[in-house]
């Protein structure tokens, strides 16, 4: 059974830091690219950041030197350092797990969520 576990959100004021884990397990971990992902309220969901299994980190335009992804491939975990925060970034974040193969998305994983809260 494939699990993808959140944590570290919570409240924190504009100008802040969060750091945000997600555990997986029931996935050989280095084999998939990880990736964050956020929807705040009344809005779609959003990628926000992916770390490869190759090793390479991507980031939307919005996080860009504000956040940092990295794994630790022998934690089977993902991170998500959030630095300068702002109210947009208020959101709902998930982690995602995706396995691609010959360039085709094989089979992906959602984490349930953490709340990230951006507000004096």
């Known amino acids: 059974q494939v699990q993808l576990v959140e944590s570290g959100g919570g409240l924190v004021q504009p100008g802040g830091s969060l750091a945000l884990s997600c555990a997986a397990s029931?996935?050989?971990?280095?084999?998939?690219?990880m990736g964050w992902y956020r929807q705040a309220p009344g809005k779609q969901r959003e990628w926000v950041a992916t770390?490869?299994?190759?090793?390479?980190?991507n980031y939307a335009d919005s996080v860009k030197g504000r956040f940092t992804i990295s794994r630790d491939n022998a934690e089977n975990t993902v991170y998500l350092q959030m630095n300068s925060l702002k109210p947009e970034d208020t959101a709902v974040y998930y982690c995602?797990?995706?396995?691609?193969?010959?360039?085709?998305?094989?089979?992906?994983?959602w984490g349930q969520g953490t709340q990230v809260t951006v507000s004096s």
């Open positions: 995602r797990a995706e396995l691609y193969f010959r360039g085709t998305l094989r089979s992906q994983y």
């Open positions: 029931g996935i050989i971990f280095n084999l998939y690219d």
């Open positions: 770390t490869t299994a190759g090793g390479n980190t």
